[in-house]
């Protein structure tokens, strides 16, 4: 032991110390533990360090915290350490983190009060629940409730539901939950909806019991027992309740922030309303009863709505509006008495002022009179034994008994209501057993506590001892159960403080004694209370500063309750003389509550006037002095009884117990406060059940989950066969005190902390594994990186050291290189100095020579120049002279021009800087700008002239001054050349001046005229660029435009392709759901029917029980039957497709525009038959023109017939008025009416039948006649002597076969007008059959006429909508079935005008060839007149006689069974052989026998499906024909649309004389309401494996840990024996799927099945998943995504995947998603919002509140994250709904499928027994 307590107080453990404000905190060890310490250190949560010091005496160390793992469990009792601050931790992270408000305790369920709606309620988690076991689903008050129910069926033992908890804690709204469930599951045993009556009780009790406090606003002030019983087939057949200990006082008291009862205040707000003006109310706040509190309005809450809600359930509890008034009246009547003043007269009396107000209307509506009232609410009689007097009371006095009175008529109301409201609940059905529920209040302890809180907490002292004892009892039965040695557990027992107060000499003894003393107070007894019991019971003490209290210590804790009003609340005393007055009352109600006690009162005789009722047997033989007995108990003595009979019911039923807390004091939502829950805790035992649970073997464990759980602390050799024997072992080497833990049969018991003992050594192995794991990984990775890095230098080095090589080698390669540059630059350097130096030498040379030779030269040259400039010096002056002359005139030509040019380039630039001109340029910019370039190109030619001259000139001017120079310095030397000349060099260097100035100005004017080109130019340019740009953007604009028009019809198409999908799908949802909603019509008329034929069949069980013998059953049974069926789901259809409107009127309608379309078709086809008719008589007047003889005969004997019949027809037809006249006073057959017209078109239509049919006699006699004329005729035209015996031969014959003829043909007539006849005798009788119907319809309206005045308005009106409704489908039946003959009358005419158009042509015919010759006639034989009918091949038509068909249905259907013979035939056989059968009966035209065989095959095909609607293989196989029936209909039915795939032998097999349309719909719905049973049989078959295959078992084994469960135990995730896995869902699968194409379904109907089976897999799994929080965890979310695979590959295997299967599943899939994704930062919530889509938030919140670790290593998710994704998905627009519609049946069509098979190849085996069917 101590090596194992500090092997647990090691460093990090972290333990529990007590806190002052918290209760309890949670701190960490920093230090180990050893023996011998006398404090711990440890660390707070906060980071603060403290010194924990141990108690010296018992050295108790603080309490260990569980394991992570364990915290958050649904049950306390799987908690390995079970202490108080385990449980208070548990349930505070359950409520605070996760939003659960529901906790087992081991057989309790703790429900901590919310303060807010949650949608946990509904009718899809009652269905949920249902069936289940309590510990499979997460904590839930509804699996309380299965689990009393299912107890009840199984154990055939009542049950009991004790919800207890003070104010405020919802034990109200449990109850009332707890009811719904049973209401809800199973439903009533008749048509009382008496479910609806038990729930209907609460709103009552709510409004007359319950008030707001401070602490609840909807508190229960009194305590009571509702027990709903149930008949033997476990449904509610009605309920009784009891009540406890009403609190009386609250009628004319009300603390702060309180109110009254609720009814006061919506009575008050509903004060305006007409019928309570009367009641002469106001506001709340004008009423002393109801403004004490100050707080009349409770916020959220609207008084007047709830009094509507009060009024309607009274009504459904059959009190009517009168008996309601009277309520209010008397309610209304108390109101006013609070408001009485009454004022002192002197100090001894007091008076009431005359004429006061509210007693008057306090007289006026109790019905008393006022003198009465005044005199006995200030006076008082008293008895003596001689005298009687009156004694004025004082006004306090006055007052009290004012009140007294008031309490006492409020006790006296609740009491009557809560009986009447029993006997609304009553029923005369046996009762088989009951559950109870129990909702009493909780232990309570005010500031000060009276007589009240004293019956309240000696209630729950009993309460609580038959808790402890039920605990001790289970936790026996265990014990022994598993055969665990059983040892005594010491628990607290309350029985000394019980015997404290009940006991002789007791509390409440005491009290009472004192209450008969004549001088009895409060003090006196409060002294009996200090002497008798302050020395001899601890439990008992006296309070140190009062002398009139007492303390008594509870079992939650010490109460001190306040002496003072204990006497006069338990005496309960009213004045006499007041309840006297109240018996003379003329208001009949009050008088009724006043009546004597035997009557008033409960069957216990207990006074009125305490609030308690219960209803306990007393033996019948009581006598009146017992009854007068029992009118003198005390309240106390009375609630003792009946407290005692409480418990002796609950005793003697099996309770389930449901403990409400209040988590804080303020009404907040999910705030949680430490203190108040701890001492709730202490109160309501649950911390006792721990205690008790912790004293012996808390946990346990079957050995196979102790197996898989601790497998990892077991070695190889450990491991054996045996599982017990190794757990055994394995025990014994790990625990090594043997009283930590006992083996039991199936289980092993340990002691409290033996769990986290063996959690922490598996924690430990697991984490050395880890470690190992972690070091060998480690390592794995560490050499991995050594060896990629030493790869990695390697490889640096080797490219290092090539690099290094090739670096070695190019250095080489450059220093061979630089040295033959060197050389090569060396030699280039010496050969050029060698060069340059021959080069200078040879120069000098040159240069020496030259200039020598030069000297020579010059010197002969000189000679020979001077020679020769003598000869043109002479020349050049004569020339000179010459071109002087040339240049003057050229010069002033030049000036001219000059002159010229510089004006006209003046009025150019005038020109140019004007705006005329520049506009100009503008205009014609482009042509400007090619001038332009024009002149600039001129302009640059002249500039180059003018250069070209200018270089000329300066040519001329060189050459001239150097000849100039050589002149002049020739001419030094001659003087006289020089002076001559000496004016006319003067005159050249003149020339030269002006020609250098006018060259600068020339070049002047050049420069100028190249500037202004080319700021010309450049201007150009400039404006070019710039249109250049204008272009470029225009462009880019164009572009741009173009692009975003692209783009914009783009998004246009894309948005109108989005539209018209979206349209497309939502008209799709629409359709769906129409045809959803539909379908749903036809199951709940299915239902119907179905309810319909068990009512059938129970009554006639009843009459054969009533009457033994044999009765014959109706042969139109089977007829009437399908007609209803055809008419009701004709109906349906109608509804269906008008959706919400008017049933009557739509049916009305739509049936009148049929009749009326009918009607006028059939006058059309009787106007062409007499047309044809005529034409045919006019044909046949000419062909017999020659035989006028006959003519006449015909006449004679067409008028006598005629006549004959005429007289027959209007005597039937007069009869057949005179009956419907004398019925006319009911209106149904009356003249005018639809009936009478239709009767009257169908006489029309067989009198012209007959007249037709008249027709063809005559006319085949007239030919008789006109070939007898024929032929004597030919007998005097041909030679008598050769052909008179042939002729006279002929002749008889001919006689003798007219005569056969016209015979038959007489029979033919005759039958024919008998059967008319006998049709119309039995149209007359089904009239007078109608008529009388309607006589009893109208006798039982009237009947419920007079049973509807009786009920409340409200059920009146629902009553008279009910008949409406019945009657309208009545004669919508009639109707159709009317039309319906109209429809066989026009097939029947039609068919007639066939026959009778082949007979005429046939005799046309023959007269042809009567005309032919003399010789023919002779030679060739007269043919008779009906000529045989040709054999034909085989049609593909199977013929059967009438009475054959109840043979064909037998064989057929009702005796085929799918296995054996019918799996061995073609598929779909039996609806190929009704088919043909159908052909053949179209063929004859035969209508009747048409529509008995659809009528036959629809009913045989409903009655086997409710024989065997449980086999699947049944229903599959009925459901393949129906369709395939369907299917032929459509194929053969004439229509174009399914003849496209036929072959032209097919569409020789047509229908050809009746349109099935209707019938198609009739077996379209059949096929829907088979379809609806194929998938429910298909959903009780899938049910049981769903859970525990997709969630339960363990595919991958060894992925998920068992953890330690508590004492509801769930379903184990290990294969046993007999559990479900996956693979049986696959196999059951495989089994559907191929049961269903061997029957050859559909493959389309084959895609839908699959997808709804997939669909009810995936919503059973996710909620299932959402309702249970041990499934919750990452690696059940891996389990679930290999189990989606593996049917995903099932889908994939049978070629399924394209069905919407797999889509199905997607809620499922992103749960398990969901949870096996990161759930810590943001972008993980931005990743859930995005890939949960297909999960609503409520169900992605609820799984991230569930998911729970299962290993130490996993994460909880926190608040804060679960917070961030509610905040992301605020604005999803979704249904708030959390769990999926297992219900929900997917809207089935039937894509039509034509059939290859040809008809006339199909053979009937002979093991169908159809030998009777004839091919045709």
């Known amino acids: 032991m101590n090596r194992e307590l500090e092997y647990m107080f090691l460093k990090c453990a972290r333990v529990w110390i007590p806190d002052a404000e918290e209760v309890w905190k949670s701190a960490e060890l920093t230090k180990d533990y050893k023996g011998g310490d006398v404090s711990l250190q440890l660390m707070l949560e906060d980071g603060k360090n403290i010194e924990h010091k141990l108690d010296p005496k018992t050295k108790n160390l603080p309490y260990l915290r569980n394991p992570d793992i364990l915290v958050g469990e649904n049950d306390l009792t799987a908690l390995s350490y079970l202490h108080e601050p385990a449980v208070l931790h548990n349930l505070k992270v359950r409520f605070i983190d996760s939003k659960l408000i529901y906790t087992y305790c081991g057989i309790v369920l703790v429900a901590i009060n919310p303060y807010e709606t949650l949608p946990i309620y509904g009718t899809d988690i009652i269905n949920a629940y249902s069936g289940q076991n309590m510990g499979d689903m997460d904590p839930h008050i509804f699996a309380v409730a299965e689990e009393a129910y299912k107890q009840m069926a199984r154990d055939e033992r009542n049950q009991s539901i004790i919800v207890s908890g003070e104010s405020g804690a919802g034990k109200t709204v449990s109850a009332k939950y707890a009811m719904r469930y049973f209401a809800t599951v199973s439903g009533s045993a008749s048509e009382a909806n008496v479910e609806e009556k038990v729930l209907a009780s609460n709103p009552i009790m709510e409004a007359i019991g319950n008030a707001k406090t401070t602490r609840n606003d909807n508190s229960s002030r009194f305590g009571k027992y509702i027990e709903i019983g149930f008949d033997n087939r476990y449904r509610i057949i009605g309920a009784n309740m009891r009540t406890y200990l009403l609190e009386k006082s609250r009628v004319v008291f009300q603390a702060d922030e309180e109110r009254n009862y609720h009814i006061f205040y919506q009575l008050c707000a509903s004060a305006h309303l007409p019928e309570f003006k009367a009641l002469k109310l106001s506001s709340a706040n004008d009423f002393l009863y109801t403004r004490q509190g100050r707080s009349p309005v409770i916020d959220g809450v609207d008084d007047t709505k709830e009094l509507c809600t009060t009024r309607n359930a009274f009504s459904l509890l059959g009190i009517n509006e009168s008996y309601q008034m009277g309520l209010f009246q008397v309610l209304a009547a108390i109101l006013h008495l609070g408001n009485v003043e009454i004022k002192d007269r002197d100090a001894d009396s007091s008076v009431i002022p005359p004429n006061n107000r509210h007693l008057m209307a306090f007289c006026e509506l109790v019905g008393v009179t006022y003198q009465d009232m005044s005199q006995w609410l200030c006076h008082r009689k008293l008895k003596t034994a001689t005298e009687t007097y009156i004694k004025p009371l004082p006004r306090l006095q006055a007052t009290n008994a004012r009140d007294a009175l008031s309490k006492h008529i409020y006790a006296k109301l609740f009491n009557w209501i809560v009986e009447h409201v029993n006997k609304a609940l009553v029923t005369n059905v046996k009762q088989h057993s009951f559950i109870g529920v129990l909702d009493i209040y909780g232990f309570e302890t005010f500031e000060i506590n009276s007589f009240e809180q004293f019956c309240i907490n000696y209630a729950n002292e009993k309460l609580q001892q038959q808790f402890n004892m039920h605990v001790f009892k289970l936790e026996q039965e265990e014990y022994m159960k598993e055969q665990i040695p059983w040892t005594l557990i010491d628990f607290y027992d309350n029985q000394p403080c019980i015997n404290l107060i009940e006991a002789k000499m007791g509390?409440?003894?005491?009290?009472?004694?004192?209450?008969?003393?004549?001088?009895?107070?409060?003090?006196?007894?409060?002294?009996?209370?200090?002497?008798?019991?302050?020395?001899?019971?601890?439990?008992?003490?006296?309070?140190?500063?009062?002398?009139?209290?007492?303390?008594?210590?509870?079992?939650?804790?010490?109460?001190?309750?306040?002496?003072?009003?204990?006497?006069?609340?338990?005496?309960?005393?009213?004045?006499?003389?007041?309840?006297?007055?109240?018996?003379?009352?003329?208001?009949?109600?009050?008088?009724?509550?006043?009546?004597?006690?035997?009557?008033?009162?409960?069957?216990?005789?207990?006074?009125?006037?305490?609030?308690?009722?219960?209803?306990?047997?007393?033996?019948?033989?009581?006598?009146?002095?017992?009854?007068?007995?029992?009118?003198?108990?005390?309240?106390?003595?009375?609630?003792?009884?009946?407290?005692?009979?409480?418990?002796?019911?609950?005793?003697?039923?099996?309770?389930?117990?449901?403990?409400?807390?209040?988590?804080?004091?303020?009404?907040?939502?999910?705030?949680?406060?430490?203190?108040?829950?701890?001492?709730?805790?202490?109160?309501?035992?649950?911390?006792?059940?721990?205690?008790?649970?912790?004293?012996?073997?808390?946990?346990?464990?079957?050995?196979?989950?102790?197996?898989?759980?601790?497998?990892?602390?077991?070695?190889?050799?450990?491991?054996?066969?045996?599982?017990?024997?190794?757990?055994?072992?394995?025990?014994?080497?790990?625990?090594?005190?043997?009283?930590?833990?006992?083996?039991?049969?199936?289980?092993?018991?340990?002691?409290?902390?033996?769990?986290?003992?063996?959690?922490?050594?598996?924690?430990?192995?697991?984490?050395?594994?880890?470690?190992?794991?972690?070091?060998?990984?480690?390592?794995?990775?560490?050499?991995?990186?050594?060896?990629?890095?030493?790869?990695?230098?390697?490889?640096?080095?080797?490219?290092?050291?090539?690099?290094?090589?090739?670096?070695?080698?190019?250095?080489?390669?450059?220093?061979?290189?630089?040295?033959?540059?060197?050389?090569?630059?060396?030699?280039?350097?010496?050969?050029?100095?060698?060069?340059?130096?021959?080069?200078?030498?040879?120069?000098?040379?040159?240069?020496?020579?030259?200039?020598?030779?030069?000297?020579?030269?010059?010197?002969?040259?000189?000679?020979?120049?001077?020679?020769?400039?003598?000869?043109?010096?002479?020349?050049?002056?004569?020339?000179?002279?010459?071109?002087?002359?040339?240049?003057?005139?050229?010069?002033?030509?030049?000036?001219?021009?000059?002159?010229?040019?510089?004006?006209?380039?003046?009025?150019?630039?005038?020109?140019?800087?004007?705006?005329?001109?520049?506009?100009?340029?503008?205009?014609?910019?482009?042509?400007?700008?090619?001038?332009?370039?024009?002149?600039?190109?001129?302009?640059?030619?002249?500039?180059?002239?003018?250069?070209?001259?200018?270089?000329?000139?300066?040519?001329?001017?060189?050459?001239?001054?150097?000849?100039?120079?050589?002149?002049?310095?020739?001419?030094?030397?001659?003087?006289?050349?020089?002076?001559?000349?000496?004016?006319?060099?003067?005159?050249?260097?003149?020339?030269?001046?002006?020609?250098?100035?006018?060259?600068?100005?020339?070049?002047?004017?050049?420069?100028?005229?190249?500037?202004?080109?080319?700021?010309?130019?450049?201007?150009?340019?400039?404006?070019?660029?710039?249109?250049?740009?204008?272009?470029?953007?225009?462009?880019?604009?164009?572009?741009?435009?173009?692009?975003?028009?692209?783009?914009?019809?783009?998004?246009?198409?894309?948005?109108?392709?989005?539209?018209?999908?979206?349209?497309?799908?939502?008209?799709?949802?629409?359709?769906?759901?129409?045809?959803?909603?539909?379908?749903?019509?036809?199951?709940?008329?299915?239902?119907?029917?179905?309810?319909?034929?068990?009512?059938?069949?129970?009554?006639?069980?009843?009459?054969?029980?009533?009457?033994?013998?044999?009765?014959?059953t109706d042969s139109t049974h089977s007829s009437n039957e399908s007609e209803y069926t055809y008419n009701s789901e004709y109906a349906e259809l109608e509804d269906g497709t008008r959706g919400r409107e008017d049933v009557t009127r739509g049916i009305d309608t739509s049936l009148t525009l049929k009749l009326q379309k009918r009607v006028t078709e059939l006058e059309q086809d009787k106007q062409l038959l007499r047309n044809e008719l005529e034409n045919r008589e006019e044909q046949l007047q000419r062909a017999s023109a020659m035989a006028r003889g006959a003519e006449l005969e015909y006449e004679s004997l067409k008028r006598q017939e005629l006549e004959s019949e005429n007289k027959k027809l209007k005597h039937d037809l007069e009869e057949m008025r005179k009956s419907l006249l004398g019925n006319a006073a009911t209106g149904a057959g009356a003249p005018g009416s639809p009936a009478y017209k239709v009767l009257l078109e169908q006489l029309n239509a067989s009198c012209e039948e007959l007249e037709v049919r008249k027709e063809e006699v005559l006319i085949l006699r007239s030919q008789l006649v006109s070939q007898k004329e024929a032929m004597h005729h030919k007998e005097t035209m041909t030679e008598p002597s050769v052909y008179k015996d042939d002729v006279s031969k002929l002749k008889d014959d001919e006689v003798k076969q007219a005569y056969v003829g016209l015979k038959d043909t007489n029979r033919l007539l005759e039958h024919q007008l008998q059967t008319q006849r006998r049709t119309y005798d039995n149209e007359v009788e089904s009239l007078r059959s109608e008529l009388q119907n309607v006589k009893e319809e109208n006798n039982r309206q009237q009947q419920l006429l007079a049973q509807n005045l009786q009920l409340p308005p409200e059920a009146r009106i629902e009553a008279s909508l009910q008949h409406e409704i019945t009657r309208l489908t009545n004669e919508n039946l009639d109707l159709m079935e009317q039309l319906e003959k109209q429809d066989r009358t026009i097939r029947k005419l039609k068919k007639q005008l066939k026959v009778y158009s082949k007979r005429i042509g046939e005799m046309g015919a023959g007269q042809t060839e009567g005309q032919t010759s003399p010789g023919q006639m002779v030679d060739e034989p007269i043919h008779p007149v009906n000529i045989p009918r040709r054999e034909k091949d085989f049609q593909g038509m199977l013929e059967y006689k009438k009475e054959d068909e109840m043979k064909l249905v037998k064989n057929l259907i009702l005796e085929l069974k799918p296995r054996g013979v019918a799996v061995n035939l073609i598929p779909g056989l039996p609806s190929y052989i009704l088919f043909m059968c159908l052909r053949h009966a179209d063929y004859v035209n035969d209508d009747q026998k048409v529509r008995t065989l659809l009528t036959s095959t629809i009913n045989s095909i409903k009655k086997i499906l409710k024989k065997r609607g449980d086999d699947f293989e049944t229903v599959s196989f009925w459901l393949a024909n129906t369709c395939r029936f369907l299917h032929c209909l459509k194929q053969y039915s004439g229509d174009e649309q399914f003849m496209k795939h036929n072959t032209s032998r097919q569409n020789e097999h047509c229908l050809s004389n009746f349109d099935l349309a209707e019938y198609r719909q009739v077996i379209s719905d059949l096929a829907i309401q088979i379809y609806q049973q194929l998938i429910k049989c298909m959903e009780n078959i899938l049910q049981p494996m769903i859970v525990s295959g997709m969630l339960e078992h363990e595919t991958i084994q060894g992925v998920s840990g068992v953890k330690p469960t508590g004492l509801r135990k769930r379903t184990s995730s290990i294969a046993d024996e007999g559990t479900y896995t996956l693979d049986s869902i696959l196999r059951q699968l495989s089994a559907f799927h191929s049961t269903m194409c061997q029957h050859g379904t559909d493959p389309e109907l084959i895609k839908q099945v699959v997808k709804q089976q997939f669909y009810i897999i995936g919503a059973v799994t996710l909620n299932n998943l959402l309702l249970r929080k041990d499934m919750c965890s990452w690696s059940k979310g891996m389990q679930i995504r290999y189990n989606v695979s593996q049917l995903e590959e099932w889908l994939r295997d049978k070629g399924l995947m394209t069905c919407g299967a797999k889509e199905t599943l997607e809620p499922l899939i992103q749960a398990a998603q969901l949870l096996q994704v990161k759930k810590k930062t943001d972008e993980d919530a931005e990743a859930i919002c995005s890939m949960c889509h297909a999960l609503t938030t409520a169900q992605i919140v609820k799984v991230l509140n569930l998911y729970t670790p299962v290993n130490e290593f996993e994460e909880r998710v926190s608040v804060a994250f679960i917070r961030t994704i509610q905040t992301r998905l605020r604005d999803r627009c979704e249904s708030p709904q959390l769990l999926m519609d297992t219900k929900m049946i997917y809207p089935v069509t039937f894509p039509f499928n034509p059939s290859c098979l040809a008809l006339e190849t199909i053979q009937i085996p002979s093991s169908l027994n159809l030998g009777f069917l004839t091919r045709v």
């Open 507 to 1112: 509390v409440l003894d005491l009290l009472d004694e004192e209450c008969r003393m004549p001088k009895g107070s409060d003090d006196s007894w409060a002294q009996k209370l200090y002497n008798t019991h302050l020395k001899t019971c601890s439990l008992f003490e006296k309070p140190r500063m009062s002398n009139r209290a007492f303390i008594i210590q509870h079992f939650a804790d010490k109460v001190e309750y306040q002496c003072e009003g204990f006497l006069e609340k338990n005496k309960d005393t009213v004045n006499e003389e007041q309840i006297n007055v109240m018996k003379a009352s003329k208001f009949d109600l009050l008088v009724e509550l006043f009546q004597d006690e035997e009557k008033a009162t409960s069957p216990t005789g207990q006074v009125q006037g305490t609030g308690g009722r219960t209803r306990l047997s007393i033996k019948p033989d009581k006598s009146r002095d017992t009854s007068s007995k029992e009118h003198k108990k005390t309240v106390g003595c009375q609630f003792r009884n009946s407290l005692q009979m409480l418990m002796d019911t609950l005793n003697a039923t099996t309770p389930h117990y449901v403990r409400c807390i209040k988590p804080n004091d303020f009404k907040l939502a999910f705030s949680f406060d430490p203190k108040r829950a701890v001492q709730q805790l202490r109160a309501c035992g649950v911390l006792e059940t721990i205690r008790i649970s912790a004293a012996g073997f808390p946990s346990r464990w079957t050995y196979q989950e102790f197996f898989s759980r601790y497998r990892v602390l077991m070695k190889q050799k450990d491991v054996l066969a045996d599982k017990k024997l190794t757990c055994k072992n394995v025990l014994e080497k790990l625990v090594q005190d043997q009283d930590k833990y006992q083996f039991g049969k199936t289980k092993i018991f340990f002691r409290a902390g033996q769990v986290a003992y063996l959690e922490k050594l598996r924690a430990d192995k697991l984490r050395a594994a880890c470690i190992r794991i972690q070091k060998t990984i480690r390592c794995w990775l560490a050499r991995k990186k050594y060896l990629r890095k030493r790869s990695a230098a390697i490889t640096i080095q080797r490219f290092t050291r090539g690099y290094q090589a090739r670096c070695l080698a190019k250095f080489l390669r450059r220093t061979q290189a630089a040295t033959i540059i060197q050389k090569y630059q060396r030699m280039y350097v010496e050969r050029k100095h060698y060069k340059q130096k021959q080069a200078a030498a040879l120069a000098m040379q040159t240069i020496l020579r030259a200039y020598m030779a030069r000297q020579k030269y010059q010197a002969l040259l000189r000679e020979h120049k001077a020679v020769i400039i003598q000869k043109h010096i002479r020349g050049w002056l004569a020339r000179c002279w010459y071109k002087r002359c040339l240049e003057a005139i050229v010069y002033l030509q030049c000036c001219i021009r000059r002159m010229r040019a510089k004006r006209e380039l003046k009025k150019l630039k005038i020109e140019a800087r004007s705006v005329e001109h520049f506009k100009k340029l503008n205009k014609g910019m482009e042509n400007k700008i090619m001038q332009l370039q024009r002149k600039i190109d001129e302009q640059s030619k002249e500039n180059r002239l003018v250069n070209e001259r200018l270089v000329g000139l300066e040519n001329s001017y060189t050459v001239e001054s150097e000849r100039m120079r050589g002149e002049l310095s020739r001419l030094r030397g001659v003087e006289e050349d020089a002076k001559n000349k000496a004016n006319q060099v003067s005159s050249l260097l003149e020339e030269l001046e002006r020609l250098k100035k006018e060259l600068s100005a020339t070049q002047q004017e050049k420069k100028t005229i190249e500037d202004w080109a080319q700021s010309y130019r450049d201007e150009m340019e400039k404006m070019v660029a710039e249109l250049k740009d204008q272009n470029g953007l225009l462009k880019k604009e164009k572009d741009d435009l173009n692009r975003l028009i692209q783009e914009q019809s783009q998004q246009m198409t894309e948005k109108m392709t989005r539209a018209i999908a979206e349209e497309t799908q939502q008209l799709e949802t629409d359709l769906n759901e129409e045809r959803s909603r539909y379908q749903n019509l036809l199951s709940e008329h299915l239902r119907l029917e179905e309810k319909y034929d068990d009512l059938k069949e129970e009554m006639a069980l009843s009459s054969n029980v009533s009457k033994p013998g044999h009765r014959r």
